[in-house]
């Protein structure tokens, strides 16, 4: 806090520079978690950090405020072979043109949510085993009228799009492989405000509300 301010020191302050990530084993010390990523020349850039469905890497998203756009690094990662340190990250997009959110992944082939040239959203494509300067996205899910609000990968092999049309949810099943929707989930006028749902289940959760509806959560078995 500035001088002469009266808050509490311990649990104000003016800003939050400097962020770090740390591997932490549970059980163990604090002082024994490992560095892995650390941005001093840009302390005002903020980390954020994911493993994926399969363990296999983990993904970085760096961004410096809160307009919907960040960088994109990753790693192999297998704690067996030790901890991932700073200058092991690959980095994949390394400007604040877009936003990429991770949906899923098979070995190098990801897949992430994104706004690059599509202000509504949409999904695309890459393998990361190519070289950065030869990445070649794809669409899997292209722009479309409504705006993709979230999507999560589901049932192994599908995904569940969520869309804001014409200000009502709209959830809609699609293959992961092709992104063609198989099914749109039965809704009325309303909002899905929460969900739950992983890659290894065929059962999802979903919250509906809405003016005339108090929240109500729906389960839904796709393994049929």
Same mark, same amino acid.
């Given at each position: 806090p500035k001088g002469g301010d009266t808050?509490?020191?311990g649990t104000e302050t003016d800003t939050n520079v400097h962020q770090k990530? &740390? %591997?932490?084993v549970v059980g163990e010390k604090q002082e024994q978690d490992v560095l892995v990523y650390e941005m001093p020349d840009n302390p005002q850039w903020m980390a954020g950090a994911?493993?994926?469905?399969?363990?296999? %890497?983990?993904?970085?998203?760096? !961004?410096?405020?809160c307009d919907p756009v960040n960088r994109l690094y990753y790693v192999p990662f297998d704690a067996a072979n030790g901890i991932p340190k700073p200058g092991d990250?690959?980095?994949?997009?390394d400007n604040f043109d877009a936003q990429y959110d991770y949906i899923a992944n098979d070995g190098p082939v990801f897949t992430f949510k994104t706004n690059l040239n599509a202000?509504? &959203?949409?999904?695309i494509r890459a393998d990361f085993s190519s070289e950065a300067d030869k990445l070649a996205w794809t669409d899997v899910v292209a722009e479309s009228d409504n705006v993709l609000e979230w999507c999560a990968c589901i049932n192994q092999d599908q995904l569940v799009t969520a869309y804001l049309r014409d200000v009502? !949810?709209?959830?809609?099943?699609r293959s992961l492989a092709s992104g063609d929707v198989i099914r749109e989930?039965?809704?009325?006028?309303?909002?899905? !405000?929460a969900f739950s749902g992983r890659r290894q289940d065929s059962t999802i959760f979903y919250k509906f509300v809405s003016m005339v509806t108090p929240g109500t959560i729906f389960q839904c078995d796709l393994a049929g």
């Amino acid at each position: 806090p500035k001088g002469g301010d009266t808050l509490d020191a311990g649990t104000e302050t003016d800003t939050n520079v400097h962020q770090k990530l &740390y %591997y932490h084993v549970v059980g163990e010390k604090q002082e024994q978690d490992v560095l892995v990523y650390e941005m001093p020349d840009n302390p005002q850039w903020m980390a954020g950090a994911e493993v994926t469905d399969d363990g296999k %890497y983990v993904i970085l998203t760096i !961004s410096e405020g809160c307009d919907p756009v960040n960088r994109l690094y990753y790693v192999p990662f297998d704690a067996a072979n030790g901890i991932p340190k700073p200058g092991d990250f690959i980095k994949v997009v390394d400007n604040f043109d877009a936003q990429y959110d991770y949906i899923a992944n098979d070995g190098p082939v990801f897949t992430f949510k994104t706004n690059l040239n599509a202000p509504k &959203y949409k999904l695309i494509r890459a393998d990361f085993s190519s070289e950065a300067d030869k990445l070649a996205w794809t669409d899997v899910v292209a722009e479309s009228d409504n705006v993709l609000e979230w999507c999560a990968c589901i049932n192994q092999d599908q995904l569940v799009t969520a869309y804001l049309r014409d200000v009502k !949810s709209v959830l809609e099943i699609r293959s992961l492989a092709s992104g063609d929707v198989i099914r749109e989930l039965p809704l009325d006028i309303g909002t899905v !405000s929460a969900f739950s749902g992983r890659r290894q289940d065929s059962t999802i959760f979903y919250k509906f509300v809405s003016m005339v509806t108090p929240g109500t959560i729906f389960q839904c078995d796709l393994a049929g």
